[in-house]
């Protein structure tokens, strides 16, 4: 699962200023946990470890050490990116997924998540740009929480690592009460604390001057519309779900899946033994 948190303050940021938001995301992470702490800014991880169990020890750096990520989730796409990205002359360390996304930030910039396939939460810090660049994935399956005020940007992947900064006062938000009683849920970017945030799925948010932008990178597209029949349809959803399932196995661990008993489940696993005989 992984735990990703962080803070941007102009006072500094100290290593055991990350540890109290370390220890409270334990669960999230059991593995291993690393900071980054220089300057304005400190980064951490809580590491669920899948792939390159050795070396994949976050935060990750670009090569001369000016851009640095913390990340949480999978890019199933990544082996293919990181080929086209050694052809354009950037050089790994690790074989991980998360290198992969600072090296196509330091190519694309802000439009590198679109080219990433999968469910994922990450934090970007550009020092030379003295910036920060967070986002989420398309269907907002990986959390991402954040209080902002002037010289302060605190954020983490649940709301309990920010407020173990002791920085942001846990007040409620009356609007948001009303939200979760009307609606069973609070959405976002409200939440239930009156100064802490969540950013919607499929959208970015930089940090740059002591301002920050939030704006959508994706929407959901119903065209063209498909002009096929059933047989061409059924061999079409086939090789898709094949596709996804095998993607959802890359990892230095045993896979597994969760059966319920359900159709869903059931073809997953299914489509798992045909693939693993």
Known sequence: MCGIFGKYSVDGVTTESLR??????VHRGPDDVGFHAEGPIGLG?????????????QP????????WIVFNGEIYNYRA??????????????????????????????????????MFAFVIWDAPRTRMFCAR????????????????????????????TEDVEPALDPLALHDYLSLRFVPP??????AIHKLPAAHTLTLEKD??????????????????DERDAQAALEGILAEAVESHQVGDVPVGA??????????????????NN
């Open 45 to 57: 991880n809580r590491r669920l470890s899948i792939i390159d169990l050795k070396r994949g020890r």
């Open 20 to 25: 109290r938001m370390a220890d409270v995301l």
């Open 137 to 164: 994935d398309r269907l907002g399956q990986k959390p991402l929480y954040y209080h902002h005020r002037p010289g302060l940007f605190v954020f983490a992947s649940e709301i309990k690592g920010i407020l173990a």
């Open 189 to 194: 970017p409200r939440t239930m604390f009156r």
């Open 60 to 67: 990750i750096c670009n090569e001369d050490g000016t851009i």
């Open 81 to 118: 990116l990181r080929e086209q990205l050694k052809s354009q002359g950037h050089s790994f360390k690790t074989s991980t997924d998360t290198e992969v996304i600072v090296h196509l930030y330091e190519q694309e910039g802000d439009r590198c998540v679109e080219q990433l396939e999968g």
């Open 258 to 275: 969760l059966l319920s008993g359900g159709l869903d489940s059931g073809l997953v696993v299914a489509l798992m033994g045909m693939q």
């Open 211 to 228: 301002e920050i932008k939030v704006q959508r990178y994706w929407s959901l597209r119903y065209d063209p519309k498909l002009k096929i």
